[in-house]
T-cell receptor, first 114, second 115 residues
Framework: AQSVTQLDSHVSVSEGTPVLLRCNYS??????LFWYVQHPNKGLQLLLK??????LVKGINGFEAEFKKSETSFHLTKPSAHMSDAAEYFC????????????FGTGTRLQVTL | DTAVSQTPKYLVTQMGNDKSIKCEQN?????MYWYKQDSKKFLKIMFS???????INETVPNRFSPKSPDKAHLNLHINSLELGDSAVYFC??????????????FGEGSRLTVL
């Protein structure tokens, strides 16, 4: 079965501290992996994507993610959180051989406190 | 200039009514989608059109009928609305069909509340 799991539904960090949002996937195929961000009352926006090139992927707003095949993980990190990072983050998978259909994780709400 | 725009942004209606949500994209993309986001923020694809042709139709009640008059527009019509239809509906578009590029451009959502 193919699936994506976001391990934390809610993460709270202080401004200026590192952010770690965890994502694991299961797949028989080589996946493409993405992180999307959704700010309140807004649509989703692509943060970054992995499509079998470099395993460390840099995205917008200082975020990056590392694809680790041995751990089937694609965790999202940022060295220093900013108040404007508070949002819902979705790990998304697209599996090779499937149609243009993405499987979304259940989301992680990132809270940033002063 | 909004890339993917949906109207209306908010819609409150009674059970049993029929309503439509409209979506337009000015990105020149070939593929458009409707996603449903429930109260727990879970996103699920409903439909996908490529150049006005339906290519994905998930297990959605046939009360939901998408229509694509041209590749820049994808509308969603819902008949006989039920309480469980309350959700945020997102329109999205992408450049290439059937690939794993995965970059979708989303509208801001249409929040439907059925009373």
């Amino acid at each position: 079965a193919q699936s994506v799991t976001q391990l934390d539904s809610h993460v709270s960090v202080s401004e200026g501290t590192p952010v770690l949002l965890r994502c694991n996937y299961s797949s028989s195929y080589s996946p493409s992996l993405f992180w999307y961000v959704q700010h309140p009352n807004k649509g989703l926006q692509l943060l970054l994507k992995y499509t079998s090139a470099a395993t460390l992927v840099k995205g917008i707003n200082g975020f990056e993610a590392e694809f680790k095949k041995s751990e089937t993980s694609f965790h999202l990190t940022k060295p220093s959180a900013h108040m404007s990072d508070a949002a819902e983050y979705f790990c998304v998978v697209s599996f090779t051989g499937t149609a243009s259909k993405l499987t979304f994780g259940t989301g992680t709400r990132l809270q940033v406190t002063l | 200039d909004t890339a993917v725009s949906q109207t209306p942004k908010y819609l409150v209606t009674q059970m049993g009514n029929d309503k439509s949500i409209k979506c337009e994209q000015n990105l020149g993309h070939d593929t458009m989608y409707w996603y449903k986001q429930d109260s727990k923020k879970f996103l699920k694809i409903m439909f996908s059109y490529n150049n006005k042709e339906l290519i994905i139709n998930e297990t959605v009640p046939n009360r939901f009928s998408p229509k694509s008059p041209d590749k820049a527009h994808l509308n969603l019509h819902i008949n006989s609305l039920e309480l469980g239809d309350s959700a945020v509906y997102f329109c999205a578009s992408s450049q290439r069909r059937g690939t794993n590029t995965g970059e979708l451009f989303f509208g801001e959502g249409s929040r439907l509340t059925v009373l």
